[in-house]
């Protein structure tokens, strides 16, 4: 069922002026400027239509530090705006062009005769990132007759997405952008409506009403949809999928189609009547996000120390990558670290950097962990202690076997009766065994909750799309997080199954299923001082995501990838489904590493935030959430280099590993 934004509400009553943001003015001086496009190396074009109904006097003009200056003229009535590849694909009256950017030279992407129906009022234009598919509205006569939505294909062939026949009720198409890779937003200019498409069939469902003059749609990287209204001259936010609309801005005179800046900090906003080009603050009024620099770093942790057993060059002289894959203790009071690397090594040291000069050896099980250089998935991926871990002596490791089928396992071992500092290799009882169909997304991450117990991710099954469709299925314990104890055994299990568990006892479900719906998280981690689960989800083909875990919660995938939907089953805001606490757009980074809510000393203005980074792009944040919304997501200084994990140690501290071909791949945040 659909929940109405109810915009109508926001339009027609009044907005405190406390609330609505004043523009502030890029370039003026324009004739009818309806749309802008900012590229990624922050050239701005802007569409100017000039005379309504006169051909010959639109152009596309570049704006330069206020200075509006003609790009291509010669144009009929040129509108919607978009870039891809090296175009300027552009609207004009019947047609579709291409203007390639580096040498102005303009070409007819889809003539009028390509159309299935021959188009009246070409609108708004938008350019799948992913496939490079062009999609166009065409508003028809503008009195509700003739509207439709077409798909041209980078070939320039052309078909119909909906139309006025299909989507009862729409009246004017006018405003599109992408909702993921399978869906289009569509804003109806003439009923008020907005809608979700569904490209692959035309399925239409109504996501908002009550915008007259609804025009431009722009999404920001962290899933906030803003929308403007041509009619009221107004800007409104939605802050996510399913929420009521905010008034950003009004006092347009004709606010026509919107686009983000660059950096997504601002949104850029036509005035067509005024003639002007202006900027607003992309942020929800009176919920800001803090994005300024975090006052911590990343710094070196163990200069000195040394991996017994590793040399940073191999025998045949190439250089050899130390993949620390975890950091952790043991929460036994002894002041020591341990750091197990892909290839299956567990290293131990004080956490003391006068004393950490060389590691131990804490366990050795490369005989038996499957790793390669080139997936670089697989390999030794989990290691937990329990809360009884100086009586028991027993610690739990999550790592991919060789030999046989594809799997992956965890298994209990157990510490040396002679020394601390070392394990016993025979020691190994496997409890879980992960059979998988792909190579890819293992997961691995393990830990114990503040209950005792042992959570454990694994991902989908690898490949791409989630082609059996296990993060859904309750029977596959894929893409899932469990929860067992391994205090007890029942009966023919090597662990217990806890009786409050969400799905014990139902017949259509493992009873080890803790929370499901999730991809591939790469790192989750309980907050020391809430008991919350934060896990972090790599996304797909758009998005990146960040959970918190709830008891028998769904997280969408493979429905959702996170806000948005997702395949041709994909599925928008749903009761269902528990909404990521926060996603990010991949043009800003394309793999999460989630880390754990920092309750350390050495930054103490950080308490509370989630650190997390970006394996890509090299990025790393510090994010707070007060309850219902994230307050903060801040830029923490680091070096750029891909990010493999986050750990915690016994007081609280993070630290921040990364591949090292110098054996310092160890750093921990400070002042």
Not at 513 to 533: C, H, I, P, Q, S
Not at 553 to 582: L, S
Not at 644 to 654: K, L, P
């Amino acid at each position: 069922m659909t929940r109405p934004l109810l915009l109508a509400a926001l339009l027609l009553g009044p907005a405190a002026p406390a609330l609505a943001q004043q523009p502030r003015p890029i370039a003026e001086g324009m004739k009818n400027p309806e749309s802008v496009v900012v590229l990624p190396d922050g050239k701005t074009f802007v569409t100017e239509i000039g005379e309504f109904g006169k051909d010959g006097d639109g152009k596309v003009s570049q704006v330069v530090n206020g200075k509006v200056t003609p790009f291509v003229g010669g144009l009929d009535d040129p509108k919607g705006i978009a870039f891809f590849a090296k175009w300027l694909f552009v609207t004009d009256n019947t047609r579709v062009l291409r203007i390639d950017v580096a040498s102005k030279k303009l070409d007819i992407f889809a003539p009028a005769n390509a159309f299935p129906v021959q188009p009246q009022f070409l609108n708004d234009i938008v350019v799948d990132p992913e496939s490079g598919m062009v999609y166009v509205s065409d508003s028809g006569d503008r009195k509700g007759g003739g509207g439709a939505v077409y798909r041209i294909t980078p070939q320039g062939l052309v078909s119909t997405v909906v139309n006025t026949d299909t989507l009862k009720g729409l009246n004017i198409p006018n405003g599109l952008a992408m909702d993921g890779a399978s869906n289009l937003i569509l804003a109806d200019f003439g009923a008020g409506n907005l809608y979700r498409v569904k490209l692959s069939t035309g399925a239409s469902e109504k996501i908002a009403d009550g915008i007259d003059g609804a025009d431009g749609l722009a999404w920001d990287y962290f899933g906030r949809l803003f929308v403007s209204s041509w009619k009221a001259g107004t800007v409104h936010v939605i802050p996510k999928p399913g929420d009521a609309p905010v008034l950003l801005a009004k006092g347009f005179d004709s606010a026509a189609d919107v686009c983000m800046s660059a950096d997504r900090k601002e949104i850029l906003v036509p005035d067509m009547k005024a003639g002007k080009l202006l900027a607003l603050k992309a942020e929800v009024p009176g919920a800001p996000v803090d994005e300024s620099p975090a006052p911590a770093a990343f710094q070196p942790a163990f200069p000195d120390l040394k991996f017994t057993g590793w040399e940073p060059v191999s025998d045949t002289g190439k250089a050899n990558q130390l993949r620390l894959i975890l950091l952790t203790h043991a929460g036994d009071g002894s002041n020591r670290l341990f750091v197990p690397t892909q290839q299956g090594v567990i290293h131990v040291f004080p956490n003391d950097p006068a004393a950490a000069k060389q590691t131990k050896v804490f366990l050795d099980i490369t005989d038996r962990v499957k790793y390669a250089d080139n997936t670089n998935e697989e390999g030794f991926l989990g290691l937990a202690f329990p809360p009884n871990y100086k009586q028991s002596g027993e610690f739990f490791v999550f790592y991919t076997p060789k030999g046989g089928k594809m799997r992956n396992i965890v298994s209990r071992f157990r510490v040396s009766k002679d020394d601390p500092n070392r394990a016993d290799p025979a020691s190994e009882e496997i409890l879980l065994t992960f059979e998988k169909p792909f190579w890819n997304h293992d997961g691995g991450t393990i830990c114990f909750g503040p209950d005792g117990m042992l959570y454990v991710f694994h991902g989908d099954g690898g490949a791409g799309n989630d082609l059996h469709d296990n993060a859904q299925n309750l029977k596959s314990v894929l893409g899932k997080i469990l929860r067992i104890d391994i205090t007890k055994k029942d009966a023919g299990l090597p662990y217990a199954i806890p009786a409050d568990n969400p799905f014990v006892g139902k017949a259509d479900a493992r009873g080890e299923v803790w929370a499901y719906g999730l991809r591939n998280v790469w790192r989750m981690g309980f907050d020391r001082k809430t008991g919350e689960l934060w896990a972090a989800d790599v996304g797909q083909n758009l998005y990146e995501e960040i959970n918190i875990i709830k008891k028998g919660g769904n997280y969408g995938w493979n429905r959702r990838e996170a806000f948005h939907p997702f395949g041709g089953r994909g599925v928008g805001n749903n009761k269902d489904m528990i909404d990521p606490v926060w996603e990010y757009h991949h043009d800003i980074g394309k793999s999460i590493t989630g880390g754990t809510v920092y309750r350390g000393t050495k930054a103490p203005e950080l308490d509370g935030h989630y650190l997390y980074a970006d394996y890509v792009s090299g990025r790393v944040w510090a994010l707070k959430y007060d309850g219902g919304r994230v307050v903060a997501n801040r830029p923490v200084k680091w070096t750029g280099a891909p990010v493999y994990s986050f750990g915690e140690d016994e007081r609280g501290e993070q630290y921040l590993l990364t591949a090292t071909t110098n054996g310092r791949g160890i750093f921990v945040l400070s002042k």
